[in-house]
């Protein structure tokens, strides 16, 4: 069964979430990992230029939860910047070489004020929620806690790894040979937009109304009445660690206060689906004219040009002689 199809708007907020392979913890919390997030972060939005804002984000020792404003298709871009540059040096910090992530994230719309504070309440009672820690600031891992209710500006560092193998053999490397060295340490800002429903908040009011979001998540953890891990358990997990039972929950089609605005979406989903499968169709026949819907990728082969490479001479060694047949036909 094939991947949902990526529906993207003209401009929009999502709720995005990625999980880590096995959900395993690889992303177990402690100051090396949170610093080389925040600046992988810092530097992904950087590179959006502007095609995605920030509004608040998590992250758990499995998976990560942001909470996005993005322009058209700036999301893809922007997370296959983010991914990939997580995989490369948190795994190298955890000594993780495989894939590192589980499957495609999920970006889904959130179409009300309503909706978008019910996300951003979700995000702050991580840590609480799954019973590590009684309070949302105690929780070890990066979290937009801090920036949302003090400075929305904050400096981390991204770790050039294009200028540590530029200086690579020469003496100048000396100084700096490991991969997170001072050395390729370079700041890196990290700046939370404000929820549009909230720009109307004074610099007071913002940080209150976040205090009350918080209050209400550990407030109902202390109604649960169960004992906490507590943080210093969460730090000492093995990155590597894979859990006996994970939860599995199909992705929702959007985020909204009102049924009515999620079957509108349904229906709208529906008809982008519709108009890239007959796109799809005349783009398998031969039609380069066929349009796609609005920022939607469509395939980067020329169809002429398969039908003429199809028609070359295809030289195989022999023990793949069985395939030549269907590979010619």
């Known amino acids: 069964m094939g991947w949902p199809l990526r529906m993207f708007q003209e401009e929009g907020y999502y709720f995005v979430t990625s999980r880590c392979f096995q959900g395993r913890m690889l992303l177990r919390p402690s100051l090396e990992v949170n610093e080389v997030v925040g600046g992988v972060l810092a530097k992904a939005v950087q590179h959006s230029a502007g095609g995605v804002r920030l509004h608040a984000f998590t992250f758990a020792s499995n998976h990560f939860h942001l909470l996005v404003w993005a322009r058209g298709a700036s999301l893809a871009s922007f997370m296959q910047y983010l991914r990939a540059n997580l995989s490369k040096k948190v795994g190298r910090l955890v000594d993780w070489s495989g894939g590192f992530w589980e499957r495609r994230y999920s970006a889904e719309p959130v179409l009300d004020d309503t909706a978008l504070v019910g996300r951003l309440r979700y995000v702050l009672a991580h840590g609480v929620k799954e019973g590590w820690v009684e309070k949302c600031a105690q929780w070890p891992g990066l979290t937009c806690l801090p920036q949302l209710l003090g400075a929305a500006r ?40 404000p929820l549009p429903c909230w720009k109307g908040l004074g610099e007071e009011e913002r940080p209150r109304a976040v205090r009350a979001l918080v209050e209400k ?5 202390r109604a649960r009445n169960k004992p906490v891990l507590g943080a210093r358990a969460a730090r000492a997990q093995h990155p590597h660690t894979r859990p006996e039972h994970l939860k599995r929950s199909p992705r929702p089609l959007g985020h909204s206060s009102t049924r009515q605005a999620l079957r509108e979406l349904r229906e709208q989903y529906r008809g982008f689906v519709a108009a890239f499968r007959e796109a799809a169709a005349r783009w398998g026949r031969g039609d380069c004219s066929a349009p796609f819907p609005p920022f939607f990728f469509p395939p980067r082969v020329v169809p002429g040009c398969v039908a003429q490479v199809s028609t070359l001479p295809i030289f195989l060694p022999a023990r793949w002689r069985w395939r030549e047949q269907y590979l010619t036909s």
């Open 217 to 221: 998540v550990e407030v109902e953890a």
């Open 154 to 193: 904050r400096l981390f560092h991204w770790f050039n790894w294009t200028k540590r193998w530029s200086k690579r053999g020469s003496e100048e490397q000396a100084v700096g040979e490991g991969r997170f060295a001072e050395e390729w340490a370079e700041p890196v800002e990290l700046e939370l937009a």
